[in-house]
């Protein structure tokens, strides 16, 4: 497997963040992950209640239709993989990685429905990209890559991959990308609320624009904060080491202060620091028991 260009995916997708229709010239090659059956499992043997508290989130996102987004979401992914694929990039079902993170999927995403009940339509697919980036995400509906660097760079044991992969379905789940969409369409159009509201599809036609988008968007810090706390839980809750988030963001600072600056991707969006150690330390308690309910 030959390590991505970016110099010619730059056009399609600048850092991170659907279904299958008719097959394609690559589509063997495309290892994908459709557990949206597996939902009735989220609570099986656990606590229904989240155990951690990060609000109901904003309803400005219902000014973008969540359809419309992933569809471009779905778009933006499926040119991700055809240049990656294109380029040889695009890891083989029998990758001995990727089987890894289909392993840890298939635990996470039966987590998903307690915090977004669309996710039991959503079809998962899960690839990986060879590249040195540090970097990884997950697109409206379900769409999750990760490439090769942040797996081999960071040298992640799976229950820290597992960490990378639960946060980053937070923001997927949570909506965030809708959320700041709708945000950055309303400023831009300059409409009130009142007008937002009576110009849905002019919002909509707007979301769909910007599929590109998708993969550049910088989330807020609540936002952040947000995906952190809902992927500590939705690992706990599959049986990860709730202790891995903290040893995850230790190593994130490592690698920030080494230099440099090339193959940073998902750490400048994903800034990690000691208030975000702290906030996570303060919150493994509040999942510990799931994880030992998981694990027996």
Known sequence: MQHLDHSTLSSAASCWHCSCAAASPWQARRAFLRLGGAAALATAGGAALAQVDVGGGSRLRQLVPAETLEEAATQQYQQLLAQAKAQGALAPSTNPQLRRLHTIA???VPQATQWNERARSWRWEVNLIGSKEINAFCMPGGKIAFYTGILDKLALTDDE????MGHEMAHALREHSREQLAKNQATNIGLSLGA??????DLGNAAAKLGSQLLSLRFSRADESDADLVGLEMAARAGYDPQAAVTLWQKMGQATGGGGGN???FLSTHPSGPDRIRELQRNVPKVEGLYRQARK
């Open 161 to 164: 991959a597992a960490m990378i």
């Open 106 to 108: 298939g635990r996470l």
């Open 263 to 265: 193959g940073l991707a």
């Open 196 to 201: 937002q509201l009576l110009g849905l599809g």
